[in-house]
């Protein structure tokens, strides 16, 4: 049994109150749900954490490599576009992360098209909202167990 870990960024505990053209109207709450859901129909665990402070999510993982987490799926939101320090947090515990983003930051503004994390990430979703969610957490679970087979 692995643990997963779901970190969302600044703004998404308003997720699904404001701007449901862009973001969608799931709640944050929702998509945890559905993500603990599917991590237990595997057999496996999930942790999910939302915070607005970039200290929070950096202490958070480096907590996660003292917790023998396997993976992080991270929504960095806001901090996707400035934040080395994040980047280099995860780095610098060497845990295998997925870059998730609801909406597709290269359809809007230039400022969002510059990822700190992509180029380090295990894979990039984005577009595809909640769902793509849904998707890093298979991705996830795929590379867990490939590695449990190695
Ligand atoms: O598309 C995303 O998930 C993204 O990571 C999320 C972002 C974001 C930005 C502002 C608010 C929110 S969450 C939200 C949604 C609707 C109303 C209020 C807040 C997310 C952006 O900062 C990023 O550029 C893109």
């Known amino acids: 049994m692995a643990t997963i870990l779901v970190l969302h960024g600044p703004n998404l505990n308003l997720l699904g109150k404001r701007e449901p053209t862009i973001y ?7 998509i945890n749900q559905t993500l603990t859901t599917q991590a237990l129909e595997h057999g496996h665990h999930l942790q999910a954490m ?3 402070a970039e200290y929070e999510l950096i202490d958070r993982i480096h907590d996660a490599a003292n ?4 993976f992080i799926i991270i929504n960095p ?3 996707t576009h400035t934040s080395v320090a994040i980047r280099d947090a995860l780095l610098g515990v060497n845990i295998p992360f997925i870059e998730v983003h609801l909406s597709n ?5 230039t400022f969002r098209h510059q990822s700190y994390f992509s180029d380090v990430a295990q894979g990039v979703i ?6 793509g969610y849904e998707l890093a957490l298979l991705a996830a ?3 867990i167990e490939n590695l449990a087979l190695d």
Do not use: K
Not at 67 to 70: A, D, F, N, V, W
Not at 105 to 109: D, G, Y
């Open 50 to 52: 939302q915070s607005n």
């Open 77 to 79: 939101a806001a901090f």
């Open 126 to 131: 984005c577009g595809l909202g909640a769902q």
């Open 141 to 143: 679970i795929r590379h």
């Open 24 to 30: 969608g109207s799931t709640t944050l709450d929702d």
């Open 67 to 70: 917790e023998g987490i396997h």
């Open 105 to 109: 930051i290269h359809q809007r503004e």
